[in-house]
């Protein structure tokens, strides 16, 4: 008796959503035959999309976030804070910064952080064209992740920086909003304690 499968080209649409970020084989087979029998899907946009965003996205020379021509919309606004360069591991860490509306400098994605394990060196990330940016007097915000390869990056940056005359700092570190003691590690509370400020009384 043969064994049922999926026809061809389903499966061949399985195994490229197997390839996405977070998504296993079962994700992967739920989200084709989603595709395939919902009335709200629409397959051939979708292709659309991913069509027009594979011939038109492109990184920006200067920052390396995503953009239509050589430079994003952010290195193209002139009312920034030229003094202000914020450091980010991934070109999707800028929208998280930009919805909180508290910063307006420019912006510096890495690509990835420092990882000997995954073979990630310093030539492998946008760390040159980065010295090439820091000028004197230019305050340089290392807005990276608090894991292991998090901290390497920023003590290889800050020792990389410190011979150009910049301000080198960390953004603080510490408890989410809502978020209770007993549900804190040690480095968050570490960071927390070390992120203090003083209470202005009124």
């Known amino acids: 008796m043969a064994r049922i499968e999926y026809p061809e080209a389903v499966r061949e649409l399985v195994a490229e959503l197997k390839r996405l970020p977070g998504v296993g084989p079962r994700s992967a087979e739920r989200m084709a035959v989603w595709l395939l029998q919902s009335k709200r899907a629409d397959p051939l946009a979708m292709a659309s999309a991913l069509q027009r965003m594979e011939a038109e996205i492109v990184l920006c020379e200067c920052c390396g976030f995503f953009a239509t021509t050589d430079q994003c919309a952010s290195c193209d606004d002139s009312s920034r804070d030229s003094s202000l360069l914020c450091v980010v591991e ?44 820091a000028k004197p007097g230019m305050e340089v915000i290392l807005a990276l992740g608090s894991d292991v390869e998090g901290e390497a990056t920023a003590n290889y940056l800050a020792g990389e920086l410190k011979h150009l005359d910049c301000r080198v700092t960390r953004i603080a570190q510490g408890l989410p909003a809502g978020g209770g003691l007993e549900h804190a590690d040690e480095l968050t509370l570490l960071r927390a304690m070390q992120g203090r400020r003083d209470i202005s009384f009124y």
């Open 90 to 133: 991934q070109a999707t860490d800028v929208l998280p910064i930009e919805r909180s509306g508290s910063f307006r400098g420019f912006y510096h994605c890495l690509g990835g952080k420092l990882s000997p394990l995954d073979q990630v060196s310093p030539d492998d990330l946008r760390i040159a064209s980065l010295i090439r940016r």
